[in-house]
């Protein structure tokens, strides 16, 4: 059996309240997901900028 399907099996024997929350931990998962995608590609964008000669600077370089 499936993880979806054990899922399924186990939605059908929730009672409607708990289905509610369900529904909303499921959002907050895909949504947490989309936010993990999106940093991954928002780093490896940022990354594509930057060569390997590129200067790094320490917080004592900067100044005021």
């Not at 399924?8 to 369900?22: D, S, T």
């Amino acid at each position: 059996m499936t993880t979806k399907e054990v899922v399924v099996e186990l939605i059908e024997r929730l009672p409607e309240e708990l289905l509610q929350e369900l529904q909303h931990y499921a959002e907050y998962l895909y949504t947490r997901s989309q936010h993990e995608q999106w940093l991954r590609i928002s780093l490896a964008q940022l990354g594509a900028h930057y060569g390997p000669d590129e200067v790094d600077y320490l917080p004592n370089d900067l100044t005021r």
